[in-house]
């Protein structure tokens, strides 16, 4: 158990209101990140932290927003969510094992946009 | 964006055989994991490689890091009902803080 937690585990939302999904963890990692996946694409990187207040975009980041006030708390926002943004997102967090880390998963949240 | 070649795309088994599926990449990369996805679930770390020609076991799982860095193996021996799932490779290198996933290979046991 990586000590993640996501919330909130679904979420059913219409087109053009705002979202934002939370990720929280127990264990004091210093890096963060939000994936999407899809049928046919796998996982996708969106935004990641590697630190308080320390953010970079990943190869899908358009039309979401990240912030990390905590070091336990990694926010994902959808300005305007959009059909296309229906999804499953997963938040994972890096181990501490040298400079390349595994990564652990949290459960998921499944977003519906209509 | 960059993804990995994992291969084969699905398998349909009958219990108690043998499971290969590989990943493969046109770049060489430091790391190799390989993760389990359950149907509604986050993907689970099964295993980690971090160096070329490692080869490591966990139950009936084995994984090994290709000596060239750009590729990887998974084999699982074997199988059960519960090996039922989507298994990812993932590859890390040290001058990104970013892993690149495979697309996966969904894994069916029959009895």
């Known amino acids: 158990d990586a000590g993640i937690t996501q919330s909130p585990r679904h979420k059913v939302t219409e087109t053009g209101t705002p979202v934002t999904l939370r990720c929280h963890q127990t264990?004091?990692?210093?890096?963060m990140y939000w994936y999407r996946q899809d049928p046919g694409h796998g996982l996708r990187l969106i935004h990641y932290?590697?630190?308080?207040?320390?953010?970079d975009k990943g190869e899908v980041s358009d039309g979401y927003s990240v912030s990390r006030s905590k070091t336990e708390d990694f926010l994902l926002t959808l300005e305007s969510a959009t059909s296309s943004q229906t999804s499953v997102y997963f938040c994972?967090?890096?181990?501490?094992?040298?400079?390349?880390?595994?990564?652990?998963f949290g459960p998921g949240t499944r977003l519906t946009v209509l | 964006g960059q993804q990995l070649n994992q291969s084969p795309q699905s398998m349909f088994i009958q219990e108690g055989e043998d499971v290969s599926m590989n990943c493969t990449s046109s770049?060489?990369?430091?790391?190799w994991l390989w993760y389990k996805q359950d149907p509604g679930e986050g993907p689970v770390l099964l295993i980690a490689?971090?160096?070329?020609?490692e080869l490591t076991s966990n139950g009936r799982l084995t994984a090994q890091f290709g000596i060239t860095r750009k590729d990887s193996f998974l084999n699982i021996s074997a199988s059960i009902p519960s090996d039922v799932g989507i298994y990812f490779c993932?590859?890390?290198?040290?001058?990104?803080?970013?892993?690149?996933f495979g697309t996966g290979t969904r894994l069916q046991v029959f009895p």
């Open positions: 994972a967090i890096r181990g501490d094992r040298g400079l390349t880390d595994t990564q652990y």
């Open positions: 993932a590859g890390g290198s040290y001058n990104t803080d970013k892993l690149i």
């Open positions: 932290s590697y630190g308080v207040k320390d953010t």
């Open positions: 264990e004091n990692h210093r890096y």
């Open positions: 770049s060489i990369f430091n790391t």
């Open positions: 490689l971090y160096k070329a020609g």
